[in-house]
């Protein structure tokens, strides 16, 4: 007869196994949350792309027979009703939410002329998130915005 021979890990299995997955978290963790950071800004740029052109809109069909425009922050994009951010009526706010964007610059507040639907001033909305990308979102005196 044989002697009882053990079943299980060896402790370098253990440790070769362990060293592995840190190895392989080391090299993906990194790469995921920078992919998620790039997906964020994209997704972020688009949501000001929609929210200018959904003001537009609102404007050229001089609905509540109002002005309707932008503002642009680093929690996301409101679309308003009235002048002026300051002004507005804000129970019809309309915010699209950002994710990590660290910091918005450049022209900020977009107002759409009824029933034209152009924009007062043209400007440039820079977003930049945690990583240091940016997106410029370029919003003309017809009220396209490009990006």
Partial sequence: MQADQQKGFTLIELLLSVALIVIVASFSIPLTLKWRS????????????L???RAQLLSQSMKEDSTWGIKIDELGSTVFRGSS???RDSSYD???????????????????LAPSGNTGSAGTV???DKQNSSSSIVINRLGFAIY
């Avoid at 790039?38 to 949501?47: E, G, K």
């Avoid at 309309?94 to 759409?112: H, K, M, P, Q, Y």
């Fill in 51 to 53: 929210s200018a052109r």
């Fill in 85 to 87: 951010y300051l002004n």
């Fill in 126 to 128: 820079i977003l930049n």
């Fill in 38 to 49: 790039s997906t964020d800004l994209s997704l972020a740029t688009q949501a000001v792309a």
């Fill in 94 to 112: 309309e915010l699209s939410v950002f994710r990590s964007i660290e910091n918005v610059s450049g022209a900020t507040e977009f107002v759409f």
